[in-house]
């Protein structure tokens, strides 16, 4: 298995299970863990593979955070669907009974399937792009003068 793969899972991993956490709370935290796990797996996968340009740390680093990214993807998601099973009756608890997603359940799980699908997706970008300046400036330009 590649550097790229194994520290794209890595980071991955521990992004899904963070990003569940947060999204529960506060979906629109779930990008940020995504950014700094796409940094992350791109910057070792960049240490576990050395490349010989920066161009190509990019590669390598993109494609370490864009896994990452995906499995960050999938723990926003998660987190959204625990917060939309978890509010309705939290707000029963406190009292609000003229709480709008209790009287219209199809627009209440379509509207938070899609914020959750949404910042999910922003955060794979953002882990991607991530991966990539990470792993460009950790590489180092080796020019044929600098090899001899």
């Known amino acids: 298995m590649s550097a790229r793969v194994k520290f794209g899972l890595i980071a991955g991993g521990i992004g899904l299970v963070l990003t569940a956490c947060f999204s529960v709370v506060m ?24 490349a010989t340009s920066q161009s190509e740390g990019g590669k390598s680093g993109a494609v370490a955070g864009a896994i990452a990214g995906a499995l960050t993807l999938v723990g926003q998601i998660l987190g959204g669907f625990v917060a939309l099973m978890v509010t309705p009756s939290l707000m029963k608890e406190f009292g609000n009974y003229s709480y709008g997603p209790l009287t219209n359940q199809g627009s209440y799980w379509f509207g938070g399937t899609a914020a959750a699908l949404c910042f999910g997706l922003l955060g794979t970008a953002l882990a991607a792009a991530a991966g990539f300046a990470a792993g460009y400036f950790s590489s180092k330009n080796l020019t044929p003068a600098s090899l001899s």
């Open 27 to 50: 979906g629109c935290c779930g990008p940020l863990v995504a950014l700094a796990a796409g940094a992350a797996a791109g910057y070792f996968a960049v240490k576990g593979e050395p």
